[in-house]
């Protein structure tokens, strides 16, 4: 199998971080890298989530809170999908089935641990779905962004179903523009 770009380097050119300190960048990064392995690796996973404290153990518990409440199984965990077709691939964060209060759906979500929202998750998740489609046949009936909340309250669902197909279409524009500048 040829070496694919990632979903976040393919997005990486149009994503701006230059206002942000190189530390505080550095930090969040940091923070995130480990929600994600405490979350996800740990928690949705079914193992021992012990020692946690500090920073982490807010998003934790706010992730906690929201996986509890609607999933009924996960059917996918950090799960690395390749679309050897359009030439990428990307780790996909979770994709569960709901509760049958919350309508018995396949939802796939991207944990993030950012407050305020970014235009390009929105690209990023449509990408990710293409991937669960066309490389797992799982179509989720809602894809979205997880914003965790770092005091453990209620995490925030950003849904991104109406504008699928077009943030698609706007990532394949991202990928032949990385394609022709990586002459890949």
Known sequence: MRLLPSVTEVIAPWVDFSGIPPGVLNHASERGTEVHRVCLDLYA????????????????DSF??????????ALLIEERLFDQAHGYSGQLDLIVWTRPEYGSETWLVDL???????????VQ???????????????????GSLRLDPNGGAAKVDWYDGSADRDFSVFLSCLNAYRFFKQI
């Open 64 to 73: 906690r809170r929201w996986l509890d409440k609607m999933a009924d199984q």
């Open 125 to 143: 998740i449509s990408a990710y779905r293409s991937l669960a489609i066309s490389q797992r046949g799982i179509t989720p009936e809602h894809c």
């Open 45 to 60: 996973r079914g193992l021992p989530v012990i020692g946690i404290d500090g920073e982490v153990r807010g998003y934790l």
């Open 112 to 122: 993030k641990t950012p407050l305020a929202l970014s235009k390009s998750w929105r």
